[in-house]
Every structure is written in C-alpha cells, then in structure tokens.
C-alpha cells in the first residue's frame, strides 16, 4: 500500500513536469468548460432575413406584416410583389426565407378557407429554418385568430386550436444548453485518453516496465482527475451556463467513476500500441468529430445504417453520452441507465487485463 500511495503521488509529480499532458488532462477540461458555452451563448438564432412577397397588399396582410416584425427571430430584408424577386434573394443568401401573401386572401380567409399562405424556408441551415417557420406560424396564427374575431359576423374562418410546445429536457431549447451536454462526456474522454496516451508512451521509449502497485497507481490518478473533471463540468459549468442538470444527482455522482474507469482502462490498453507519446494526437485528430457523431445525439440510431450503428454501441463514449444526457437532463434512474453502467463496468474488467497483460509482458 506505502508503494502504491508512492507511485499515486509520483505520477501526479510526473504529469505536472509534463506541459503537454499536463494542459491534455486538465487545463483543456477547464478552457473547453468556457470555449464551448461561450461560443453558444446565444443559444437560439434571431433577426434572421427575411422576405415577404404581398401581392394582394390589403389591411390584413399589412396586419401580418406588422405583427412578424414584432418577432425576434426574424428581420423582414424586403416586401415585395414579386415572388421571382424574392426568391433570387434567397438564392443570393440575402434571406433564409420567403412568406408569400397571395392576391385575394382577405376574400378567401372571409370564406372559411385558409388563405393559401405560402411559407417557403432554406433547408441549407436546420436551425435557421426552424427559427424563422416558428416566427412566421406564431405572427400568422395571431393575426388571424384577431381578424377571426374582429370579424366573426362576416367570416366563417375558425383558427384551428394552436399548438403548443412545451419542451420537457432541453427547456431552453437552446443549441447551447442541447450541445454542451453531449460535448462534455466526449471532452473527459478524449483529454483522459490522450493524457494518458501521452503519458504511458513516454515512459515506454525507455523500455519501462511497470510495478504492479504503479499500474494500479496511473489508473486511480486518472480515475481521479477525470472524475473531478466531469463533476466539475456537471456541477459548476451547467450551474454557470444555466444548462438543464441535476436530473438525477446521486445516480450520476455513483455513474462518473464508471465511465472515467473505462475510458482510462481503453487509454492504458491503446496506448501499448503507439510508438512515440506524439503518436496520441494523431488518434484524436480523427476520432473526436466521429465519435460525438456516433454517440447518437446529432443524429439518432435508428436512422443510422445498421453497420455503423454497431460501431456505435460498441464504442464507451456513445454509452457515457447517452449515460449523462439521460442522468442529467432527463432525470432516468440508475435501473433505466442500466445497459449504459454495465456494458462500461464489463469493459473496464476488459481493457485493465488487457492494459497488464501488455503492459508487464511487452
């Protein structure tokens, strides 16, 4: 025990003379906790471009003209009569979006009809549209139901009951507060990988040989720093940024050490196989993209070919995100994240004998 508390101490000595591991493991994890959340800030898109095309130019269509441009999400570039024109302007990436106002849609809203509004949004950029259809839809169903009212005696028009969306995780509905909670696992995975990586590679290019007492002493100092890592990323950042957390407090507090164990498990067994410690970064240069990619969160599963979707379940960082997405944000209980705890408990037992066996006998 006085060897391994020896070796504990001696690595942390090591990994603090060591500028490139040191910053790797843990200055990264504090400069990400601001990078990310400072660049989304924002957290939705506004005073996106916009163009109406009135062609019929009637009391009712200035209504809704007014009532958009007292949305923030959009900021009306032109109204005109010609929808040729509008659309070049999308073309050219002047606006994002077209709502086209047609000629006698007084007469046919006044008929009960529903006017045959036109909305036709860029799919170039996901968010965009999704910000400026929502600003159009809440401004159009607005004025109507007002005119509806305002002129109930001469219209036999009835706004359809409005919907409402109410976000049950992502509250905000914030690109931030959904991105940076998936981020986050795949940081404390890539800076405890390359760390460690980094690290053990170093000490193998002068043919070292660990003590069974330093082996398990590298693996509780990354178990460490990881650990102290992802709950100061759960706790302070989420607390700073005014992310969705504490779903699930205590699950997550026993989830960490068993995802950190892992990850520093796979570190120590891949990084047998690197012939120098700057063969680590290589790795993560082509790893980090695919594996948030694959981790579900940008695009599900299920609408992944099959093939992939298998390298995805297999992979530790698509169980830690889908782990801490659900503990976190959606309050799931350690029994419903239970596929998640085990298949990382099993490949820790897996990559540590692995690690040994490698590391003593190679």
């Not at 650990?227 to 504490?246: A, E, I, K, M, V």
């Not at 298998?310 to 960082?317: G, Q, W, Y």
Request: net charge neutral; with cysteine; proline share 5%.
């Amino acid at each position: 025990m006085k060897s391994f508390f020896y070796y504990y101490l001696q690595t942390f000595k090591n990994i603090a003379k060591n500028q490139s591991v040191l910053t790797t493991m843990i200055l990264s994890v504090i400069f990400y906790s601001f990078f990310y959340p400072t660049a989304y800030k924002g957290q939705h898109a506004e005073s996106l471009p916009l163009v109406i095309v009135d062609e019929e130019q009637s009391q009712l269509s200035n209504q809704i003209i007014t009532q958009i441009q007292k949305s923030p999400n959009v900021e009306i570039r032109a109204v005109t009569a010609n929808f040729l024109e509008a659309q070049q302007l999308v073309q050219e990436q002047k606006a994002d979006g077209i709502l086209l106002l047609p000629n006698h849609l007084t007469k046919s809203i006044r008929h009960g009809e529903n006017g045959g509004i036109g909305i036709y949004l860029s799919a170039a950029y996901f968010l965009k549209t999704k910000q400026i259809g929502v600003a159009i839809a809440e401004s159009v169903e607005s004025t109507l139901a007002e005119y509806a009212d305002k002129y109930a005696n001469i219209s036999a028009f009835e706004p359809s009951i409005p919907i409402h969306q109410i976000p049950l995780f992502n509250t905000l509905s914030g690109y931030g507060s959904y991105i940076f909670p998936a981020v986050a696992p795949v940081i404390i995975h890539q800076t405890i990988f390359l760390g460690l990586c980094m690290l053990i590679a170093g000490y193998r290019e002068s043919n070292w040989r660990p003590e069974p007492s330093e082996f398990w002493a590298i693996f509780a100092v990354a178990l460490t720093i990881g650990s102290l890592g992802c709950y100061y990323l759960f706790g302070f950042t989420f607390w700073l940024y005014d992310y969705p957390r504490g779903g699930n407090f205590f699950a997550m507090l026993i989830a960490v050490p068993i995802f950190v164990a892992c990850v520093a498990a796979m570190g120590m067994f891949l990084s047998t196989f690197l012939d120098i410690a700057e063969r680590a970064g290589h790795v993560i240069v082509v790893s980090s993209v695919p594996l948030f990619i694959l981790s579900g969160i940008a695009w599900p599963h299920s609408s992944m070919p099959m093939w992939i979707s298998s390298i995805a379940t297999a992979l530790p960082s698509t169980h830690g995100v889908m782990l801490f997405v659900k503990l976190n944000q959606m309050g799931a209980t350690l029994s419903q994240v239970a596929e998640h705890v085990w298949f990382l408990a099993v490949m820790t037992m897996i990559f540590l004998g692995l690690a040994y066996y490698r590391l003593r006998k190679i």
